[in-house]
């Protein structure tokens, strides 16, 4: 069945350094693929999507981009904040399973001053 | 982006009492929503699926008899834990599909004493 495999944390990097969060999925068909970020207490927001194999999907300094050979969508950011501390889930969504989604088990991040 | 909201945002009750939680889409009609569960530091659960009209599905695991969904609309989904007990604690998030998206509440923290 469809599934994604993220990148375990936690991660700990000090501020303006690179982030990479490696995900990796499983899916019979063509799926959407997301970044969502949670921040202490609160629900998930979307970060970002790509719907379609060579996407970029970008928000506030942060891609990903769809990678049909290698099944992947990493997320990155050139420079991250302290604002940036948070956990991030990847997800995919595909119409072949009814759109459901399937999560990550999700990667902490703490930016350091 | 379609907006969820989620009452209460947290709630605190007796061992054997009944808490209802909704789930509101604010500014889109939801046929589906879906309600999940998240434990401290780990992934989303899905629980059920909330389905306008008819009887939620539930996932594996999941007693339907404890966890009552009601979506008696198409912008109301209602989750009640009955006769909650402190292992029900725990991070309850709805959310709603437009498709290929999903949007989240901010979740709602339920503590049992």
């Known amino acids: 069945g469809d599934s994604v495999t993220q990148m375990e944390g936690p991660v700990t990097l000090s501020e303006e350094a690179f982030l990479t969060i490696n995900c990796t999925y499983t899916?019979?068909?063509?799926?959407?693929l997301f970044w969502y970020v949670q921040y202490p207490g609160e629900g998930l927001q979307l970060l970002l999507k790509?719907?379609?194999?060579?996407d970029k999907g970008s928000n506030k300094g942060f891609e990903a981009t769809y990678r049909k050979e290698t099944t992947s969508f990493h997320l990155e950011k050139g420079s991250v904040q302290v604002s940036d501390s948070a956990v991030y889930f990847c997800?995919?969504?595909?119409?072949?399973?009814?759109?459901?989604?399937?999560f990550g088990t999700g990667t902490s991040l703490t930016v350091i001053p | 982006g379609a907006v969820v909201s989620q009452h209460p945002s947290r709630v605190i009750c007796k061992s054997g009492t009944s808490v209802k939680i909704e789930c509101r889409s604010l500014?889109?009609?939801?046929?589906?929503m879906f309600w999940y569960r998240q434990f401290p530091k780990q992934s989303l659960m899905l629980m059920a699926t909330?389905?306008?009209?008819?009887?939620?599905?539930?996932e594996q695991g999941v007693e339907k008899d404890k966890f009552l969904i009601n979506h008696a609309s198409l912008t109301l989904s209602t989750l009640t834990v009955t006769s909650a007990h402190p292992e029900d604690s725990s991070f309850y998030i709805c959310?709603?599909?437009?498709?290929?998206?999903?949007?989240f509440g901010p979740g709602t923290r339920l503590t049992v004493l």
């Open positions: 997800a995919l969504s595909s119409w072949n399973t009814g759109n459901q989604f399937y």
């Open positions: 909330s389905n306008e009209g008819s009887k939620a599905t539930y």
């Open positions: 500014d889109f009609q939801a046929t589906t």
């Open positions: 790509a719907t379609k194999a060579d």
């Open positions: 959310s709603a599909r437009v498709p290929p998206e999903q949007f």
């Open positions: 899916a019979t068909g063509y799926p959407s």
